[in-house]
């Protein structure tokens, strides 16, 4: 028999919106931590099956091996890409100054 | 490795190293764009390596080929991998995650054998697509006042494949053998180019520290930014020294990300990301396993070419010197001339002595190993000297053709050993005196004569005689 595992904190939502990038209010806080945790106390259903015997697969589709030749194709034109960008400079794509990491 | 290398008195340093290699194919991973250093910045994208809606992903087969054949080249097992997706926020990667292979890769548990014999262990090597380029700009040109970035993806979706060694390293010294050792075998089977200073090598170290007897490893940092083998080294000894001057004044390093900086030859800190790496992996769910086939395997293990290694030991075993002493000849792939030169007769141990002084270390070589065998062959049997035999090869790189001929066109056949025994006898008699002292001398003040004998020689004989054969003339006129 598998344990359950611990409910999802208000914590553990605040913490997993923060990777995302997602800003949440207290209120969205309280809305979303019950919702997550009816989601993952489905998914523990799963866990409760006895899965003995059946390979783990990490896709649905019966494939593998799916391959390309290493032939060239067609970029796309600098202009059109950059014609998407917020903001360009020299050719560039420029963003906003980034602080972490590379100082 | 059990022998113990100290770094400083009393402290052992422990060092593991990832290497990146982008792969020489010629599209990226995921897509069809050019994978090419140099072109003008976004000419090399298309809606999947920028990673727009609905755009998806499929895998050079080249790339996972690439992977597989450095693997073996690595003793490593090759086995059924997984992609996945590892997902962090920076410009870098537009889609906001980096395809790799996490808990599935293609090669595990190899190893890597060093120029000194020694193996440093390899824990895996994986593929992924490499990230795009940034570059900062700011007020005064200096990163720290930068107020942007700018994002150059041609590099976005490179295919890389990741080495990551066993903290197996125990000197500055290995670690830049591991990365020069590495960067041959990658050039040797074609599938990087392998440049430092383009970046399509590049190298992370991680360092620690420990007191000599202490079973557990201690905090370890990671060292980016590393451009160069010889940065290697001076990284790695910049940061064991920093540790060691904080466990001696009882503080600890943290466990963190730091840079190297070329120059002021230091590592400093990166600015702490305000999270601590959480990358959320999970199988990329728009790409199948790669189950490669035992045939697979055994059709990349057969195409391997010789490696260094062994190319290394052959040298070694055919010439009886040691390995060490054959590595400039391998490095500059003159030894596969050595050992034809050698299958047709001549001495090995003069070949290699003769191809490693007297031939250009940085040209291929288009001598007919034919030619230059029967060169050391006349130098061997005495029939030309040393000197003799640096000029004959000289004609024959300049204007090729025939040793034998090339001699005899030049004189050098006409110093037979009766003529070499006429001219001693020459010089003998015309310094009484001198050939006097020499006989009764003994063996220490001999060797002081002979030099002025063979001097005289010579010079009568402008340089034509072999200065052994002199000696031998001398010493046998002496034992009379």
Redesign the interface.
Known sequence: MLAMPKPISRADVAHVARLARLRLTDDELDQFTPQLAAVLAHAADVEALDVTGVIPTAHPLPLRNVVRVDVVRPSIDRAAVLAAAPNVQDGQFRVPSILAEES | MTEVIEFQPGWELIVGLEVHCELA???KMF????NEFGH????????TC?GLPGSLP???????EYAMRLGRALQCTVS?S?FARK?Y???DMPKDYQVTQYD?PTNTAGKLELPDGSFVGITRAHLEEDTGK???Q?GDGR??G????????NRAGVPLVEIVSEPDIRTADQAKAYVDELRKIVLALGVSDAKMEEGSMRVDANVSVRPVGEPEFRTRCEIKNINSIRSVGRAIEYEAKRHIALYDVGEKPTQE?R?WDEEHGRTRA??????SD?Y?YF?E?D??????TADDIARIDAALPMLPASRRRRLAEITGAAAADVTLVVDRGHDDFVVSVVGVGADAKKTLTRVENDLPPDQPITLAPQSFAQLVIMETAGELTATQAKQVLAEMLENGGDPKAIAAAKGFEAMASGALEAVVDGIIAANPADWAEFVVADDKARKKLSGFFTGQVMKATQGQADGRAVAEVLARRAAR
Do not use: M, Q, W
């Open positions: 194919t010629k599209t897509c069809g764009c050019r003008e910045p976004n000419t090399n994208v298309c809606p920028l499929v895998v050079n087969g080249s790339a996972v059924p997984v997902n926020f920076y410009p599935k940034t570059s900062h700011g990163i720290h930068a107020e942007s970035s700018l994002v150059d993806y990300t840079h990166g600015r702490s990301k305000e999270n959480d959320r199988d769910p790409l199948v396993p790669l189950v490669p």
